[in-house]
Structures are given as structure tokens and as C-alpha cells.
């Protein structure tokens, strides 16, 4: 059984803070892996760890089998991996399009024709065939998720991470990025989501862990985490954003 | 009273010599300090400690000493060690060094003002550093440069006037020979003051009109 993503005892700390420790997660091709926790609980860390933004101080990452390191080609890694920002991080000085078809360009090598022909597909997918003009401070939080959505598609990635997609957006254009995710889940996208979306978790996830301390406290279907969580701590943070 | 300009502007043509002479050596420090000033930003943000302390160093002794007295060593110290510059050369050194040191710090503060998410953008769609810095970062920290080099480029073009010292004639030491012979001071110094105005807000106008461009992209 090989997963595209393995990590094993992998240990990571910011000076004096442990963010993660011992942690130990794998991920099998196609799989939808939501992750929940209270905030400071490493789950962002996870992400930026699978992709090196951060690297490890201790433990094994695997990337569809390959062990990935500092010395790794670093760049074809993360060409591999979209990556979805809580703040979006689109590039201000292009258009939606402009943001899609900049790493195809740069990184594939792509010609512009072929690269603008993926790009406007990609963001036809997400539902933003009339903004391809657009500068990123047109468009709207929802919008701008989206058009990073497709910049990461782009790439045309084994992988897709989710870092707190949803979070910086204001309620009513939750819906419009969550019907993205959930359309790419569909597609059979590999996908890792950092989410206070319950209902999402519920709704696509195969596997729902809660993370706590930099460590997973419990991990299991939504059914099981949801309806019939067995450790205390998950127990007491559920309650808590239920209300 | 008895202000005379008509003499002055019989001299007109030499002083207008000697703005050539300095936009000449404004041009060249600007251009050479501009390249120390990019350089020097990349070395103090780079991760190589080094190349980091280099940069750091340069700044700090370049923006602790007086102009005029990196000028001074460049031409009238030097030669005791056996290095020997033309003042032209040590002019537009001296100034280009001077001025590289604030760049840097410009360039530096621009390159961080960007939003660290964009460098984890770049980097996560598979880009490498020097594309990331390049296509991402750059743009956006030009724009954020553009009013404190403005400001910059202006200062080089009046520290310009220190190049006199070092028996360069520009502007101001053309006014200075004129006023050997006439005596005429305050004519002289008043129409050098209008000469550099002039010189300056061309130059502001022109950064004007390229920072409205640049902020409707």
C-alpha cells in the first residue's frame, strides 16, 4: 500500500514552542482529510510541512514515496501540491487570469496560448468565466478564493491543501468557495482541509482529525468524530463551536 | 540695493554647462547607486549571514559619516595609498556609494513591506526564489520604493554640489568661478537655486506621472 503522503514522527517547534510533535499522518490517493482543532494546535503546520514551506526539525516525510528533505528539488515538489490560503495571497499585480497561468509559465514552461487556454477552463470550473480581466482589489473574498483555487489547479496537482479556505471571508461568500471544494471533491482531488466547517467535514471528508497540542487526539469517519467522539478534549471542543 | 542679473545672464550659457556637468554626474551616481542599492538589499535580506554583515557594514558606515568626507577620501586620500581617481571618477564614486547606502536601505524596507503571503504563493505553486523575487515580489516593492527614491534622487542631484569640492565643475562651482570675476554673490547663488529648482522638478514631474501610471495598473 503506498500513500501519496506519509509523514512519520515528524517533530517541529518555533523557538521555544512545540507545534508538532511526534505526529504521524497518512494519505492515500484520492482521499479528502479534513483537519480540526482549536487554533494554535499545528494544523496549519501539518499543511505547510507536506508542502516544505516549513521544514522539520525531526521525523520522515514522503511524497508519493519519495522521501522529501532540505536537499530535495523543492520546487518540483511543491508544483506537485496546490496550496490554498487562508488570505488568499493572490498577486496583486495581475489579473484572475494572469494569476492563473503565471506558474504554468514560469514553472512548466508552458505556452501562453496553451496556459491560457487551461486557465480559462479552470476558471470557468469555479465559476468566474467574466472576470478573467479582473485585478485581485475588484474582486470580491469569495472571488478571490476561487481564482486561487484555480491558480493551484493550474498546476495540475496530485494534491490539494486547504488552509482555513473560508475563514478570512465574510459569512454570505462561505457558500460559493465551499460549492468549489465540494465540486473538486467530486472530481476525485486528493484534498487536505484545514476547516471550522462542520458541515463540510461532515459532508465530503473520509476522515475527520482533531488535532490538539501539535498532536491528533482523535481521528476517525465524520460519523464517529461527530456523532460519537471518545476523548474528552474532542468532546469539550465540539460543544464549543456548536455554540 | 543694487542687484544687477543682467551680467549673470550674460554668463548663462556657462552655467548651463554646468548643469549638464551636473546632471552628468547625477546620472551616473544614480545609475551605479542604484545597482549598489539593489545589491545591497538582496545581500541584507539573504539568509547567508555574510553577505548579510557586508551589507549591514556598508550601510552603516555610509550613513554615519559625512558626504563630503567619503568624497574627500576617495580623492584626496587614496592617492597616499597609491590609487589615484580622476575627480570625475571619485565624484561620481563617492556619490554613488553615498547614495547606495540609502537605497539599500529603501529597496530593503520595500522587499519586506511586501505581504509574506506572497512569497509563500510563489513558492507553493513550484516557483524558486529568484523567480518568486523577480515576478512577485519585485513589482510590488517597486511601487512601494517609488516615493522614497523619488525623495533620494533628488538629494543625490543636490549632494551633487558637494562634487565641486573636489574640483568638479558643475553647477555650483561654475557659479562660484563667475562670481570671482563679477562679484556678484547673490545673483549668482539665486539663479544656481533656480537652476537646480528647475533640474528637480522636471525630474518631479516625470516621477509624478510615473507613479499615477504604476498605481492605476
Known amino acids: 500500500m503506498s500513500y501519496i503522503v506519509e509523514m512519520q514522527n515528524v517533530y517541529k517547534s518555533f523557538g521555544a514552542v512545540d507545534v508538532l510533535k511526534d505526529f504521524n499522518l497518512n494519505l492515500q490517493e484520492g482521499e479528502k482529510v479534513v483537519i480540526i482543532g482549536p487554533s494554535g494546535s499545528g494544523k496549519s503546520t501539518v499543511l505547510r510541512c507536506i508542502n516544505h514551506l516549513e521544514p522539520i526539525q525531526s521525523g520522515k516525510l514522503y511524497f ?122 467530486e472530481d476525485g482531488m486528493t484534498m487536505v482541509v484545514v476547516t471550522h466547517e462542520m458541515g463540510f467535514a461532515r459532508e465530503v471528508s473520509d476522515r475527520v482529525i482533531f488535532m490538539d497540542q501539535g498532536v491528533i487526539v482523535e481521528e476517525g469517519s465524520p460519523t464517529e468524530i461527530f456523532e460519537y467522539p471518545q476523548q474528552e478534549r474532542t468532546k469539550s471542543f465540539l460543544k464549543r463551536i456548536r455554540h | 540695493m543694487n542687484l544687477d542679473y543682467s551680467v549673470i545672464l550674460s554668463k548663462l550659457p556657462i552655467l548651463l554647462d554646468g548643469c549638464w556637468v551636473t546632471l552628468e554626474i547625477s546620472f551616473f551616481s544614480l545609475l551605479l547607486g542604484m545597482i549598489f542599492g539593489i545589491a545591497g538589499a538582496l545581500c541584507r535580506i539573504s539568509s547567508n549571514p555574510l553577505l548579510t554583515s557586508i551589507a549591514f557594514f556598508y550601510v552603516w558606515i555610509i550613513r554615519g559619516t559625512p558626504v563630503m568626507v567619503q568624497l574627500f577620501i576617495l580623492y584626496f586620500g587614496l592617492p597616499q595609498l597609491g590609487i589615484k581617481l580622476s575627480s570625475m571618477t571619485a565624484g561620481i564614486l563617492g556619490l554613488a ?75 555650483f562651482r561654475t557659479g562660484e568661478q563667475i562670481i570671482y570675476t563679477t562679484f556678484r554673490s547673490f545673483e549668482v547663488y539665486t539663479i544656481i537655486a533656480v537652476l537646480y529648482l528647475i533640474m528637480n522638478s522636471v525630474f518631479m514631474i516625470i516621477a509624478d506621472n510615473l507613479e499615477k501610471r504604476m498605481a492605476r495598473q
Open chain 1, 64 to 185: 508519493s514515496g519519495q522521501q522529501i528533505d532540505e536537499k530535495s528539488d523543492l520546487c518540483q515538489l511543491r508544483a506537485q501540491i496546490g496550496m490554498v490560503f487562508q488570505r488568499f495571497n493572490l498577486f496583486p499585480h495581475k489579473t484572475a487570469l494572469e494569476n492563473v497561468i503565471e506558474a504554468p509559465l514560469v514553472v512548466k514552461g508552458m505556452t501562453r496560448a496553451a496556459a491560457e487556454q487551461n486557465a480559462l477552463e479552470l476558471l470557468q470550473k469555479v465559476g468566474l468565466s467574466d472576470k478573467t480581466g479582473s485585478y485581485p482589489r475588484e474582486l470580491s473574498g469569495g472571488q478571490q478564493q476561487r481564482v486561487a483555487i484555480a491558480r493551484a489547479l493550474a498546476m495540475n496537482p496530485k494534491i490539494m491543501l486547504f488552509d482555513e479556505p473560508t475563514s478570512a471571508l465574510d459569512p454570505e461568500l462561505v457558500g460559493e468557495v465551499l460549492l468549489t471544494m465540494k465540486a473538486l471533491a
Open chain 2, 97 to 171: 556609494i553615498n547614495t547606495g547606502a540609502y537605497i539599500t536601505e529603501i529597496i530593503r524596507a520595500g522587499i519586506q513591506a511586501v505581504d509574506k503571503g506572497q512569497m509563500e504563493a510563489a513558492l507553493s505553486v513550484g516557483m524558486n526564489y529568484r523567480q518568486a523575487m523577480v515576478r512577485i515580489i519585485g513589482p510590488q516593492a517597486t511601487k512601494i520604493c517609488i516615493p522614497p527614491l523619488v525623495n533620494q534622487f533628488i538629494m543625490t542631484l543636490k549632494n551633487s554640489s558637494i562634487a565641486s569640492l573636489v574640483t568638479i565643475t558643475e553647477l
